[in-house]
């Protein structure tokens, strides 16, 4: 069951209209006001769309920095995701491909995205400037992964940031054999393995926002002593600690037993941690 949150936010980017059209079905998006290629639910779900290549992706993600929208969304906590079509040497067409290896083709730099998308095919997407005909690697063949990549990482967090492709070409169905009923039928076809992505993606959005945010235990000690620069970040982060490792009622529990000052606040907090075998930061 995934989590309704207003405070997270998938981000779909793909290249082509024909692969933001089932998108725009599933999802139930409608334009941004003043935008073309800009999409949104009610439900933290937006779809951009770049166009075709590295150029045309690096261009909107700048303008879309740009825009008001961006500003709003740095008040969430927001998630990342590039589909789209891409060529494989071995991969059936209509098969989806989760990346585990992101590459640029002309740069010959590579980055690694966190295992955190289940699949039944992993492996690398390569970013090449022109289609590919004749499949020389065992990796997707797509033209904006890499670039997706750089991008994002401005905007989101690297478990956050994630590629899977949807295989429309091989050496047995040429490139010549795209259009846009065989991209609508594929991108349908895999519609809910894409929808199983984006929950996924919500929920640890969602979990990450949670541990970022001021615990209610913290807010709570904040209006009821005066904390240092110094005490205000342990005490924190020991909270936050708590609340990561599912144990707020017991730092509840620790609260209302009563303390002295911060210093004996932050030693018990500590010592519980400690006790458990948990452990602590400094």
Same mark, same amino acid.
């Given at each position: 069951?995934?989590?309704?949150?207003?405070?997270?936010?998938? =981000?779909?980017?793909? *290249?082509?209209?024909?692969? *933001?059209?089932?998108?725009?079905?599933?999802? @139930?998006?409608?334009? &941004?006001?003043?935008?073309?290629?800009?999409?949104?639910?009610?439900?933290?779900?937006?779809?951009?769309?770049?166009?075709?290549?590295?150029?045309?992706? =690096?261009?909107?993600?700048?303008?879309?920095?740009?825009?008001?929208?961006?500003?709003?969304?740095?008040?969430?906590?927001?998630?990342?995701?590039?589909?789209? +079509?891409?060529?494989?040497?071995?991969?059936?067409?209509?098969?989806?491909?989760?990346?585990?290896?992101?590459?640029?083709?002309?740069?010959?730099?590579?980055?690694?995205? %966190?295992?955190?998308?289940?699949?039944?095919?992993?492996?690398?997407?390569?970013?090449?400037?022109?289609?590919?005909?004749?499949?020389?690697?065992?990796?997707?063949?797509?033209?904006? *992964?890499?670039?997706?990549?750089?991008?994002?990482?401005?905007?989101?967090?690297?478990?956050? +940031?994630?590629?899977?492709?949807?295989?429309?070409?091989?050496?047995?169905?040429?490139?010549?054999?795209? %259009?846009?009923?065989?991209?609508?039928?594929?991108?349908?076809?895999?519609?809910?393995? +894409?929808?199983?992505?984006?929950?996924?993606?919500?929920?640890?959005?969602?979990? @990450?926002?949670?541990?970022?945010?001021?615990?209610?235990?913290? &807010?709570?000690? *904040?209006?009821?002593?005066?904390?240092?620069?110094? @005490? =205000?970040?342990?005490?924190?982060?020991?909270?936050?600690?708590?609340?990561?490792?599912?144990?707020?009622?017991?730092?509840?529990?620790?609260?209302? =037993?009563?303390?002295?000052?911060?210093?004996?606040?932050?030693? +018990? &907090?500590?010592?519980? &941690?400690?006790?458990?075998?948990?452990?602590?930061?400094?």
């Amino acid at each position: 069951m995934p989590i309704i949150s207003e405070s997270v936010l998938v =981000t779909l980017v793909v *290249a082509l209209p024909a692969e *933001a059209g089932p998108l725009k079905d599933f999802f @139930q998006l409608k334009p &941004l006001r003043a935008t073309n290629n800009v999409f949104q639910s009610d439900q933290g779900i937006r779809l951009l769309v770049t166009g075709v290549g590295r150029n045309n992706l =690096t261009q909107s993600f700048a303008r879309f920095a740009r825009s008001e929208f961006a500003k709003e969304s740095q008040q969430v906590s927001p998630a990342w995701l590039n589909m789209g +079509i891409a060529g494989h040497r071995e991969l059936a067409v209509g098969e989806m491909m989760v990346a585990n290896k992101i590459s640029c083709a002309v740069s010959a730099q590579s980055s690694f995205p %966190t295992p955190v998308l289940s699949g039944n095919h992993y492996g690398e997407v390569l970013t090449v400037d022109e289609p590919e005909l004749t499949y020389p690697q065992n990796a997707a063949y797509d033209m904006e *992964a890499h670039a997706f990549w750089d991008m994002a990482l401005n905007y989101g967090m690297l478990d956050l +940031i994630q590629c899977c492709k949807l295989i429309s070409d091989n050496p047995h169905d040429g490139v010549e054999k795209i %259009t846009a009923v065989l991209i609508d039928e594929i991108f349908y076809a895999a519609s809910y393995e +894409i929808r199983q992505h984006v929950d996924l993606l919500r929920n640890l959005a969602y979990e @990450q926002q949670r541990l970022m945010s001021d615990p209610a235990a913290y &807010l709570e000690i *904040a209006d009821r002593i005066h904390l240092n620069v110094n @005490q =205000t970040l342990q005490v924190r982060r020991l909270c936050q600690r708590f609340v990561a490792l599912n144990r707020e009622s017991e730092l509840e529990a620790l609260l209302a =037993t009563g303390y002295h000052s911060a210093r004996d606040l932050t030693e +018990i &907090l500590r010592e519980s &941690l400690k006790s458990a075998g948990k452990g602590t930061e400094e």
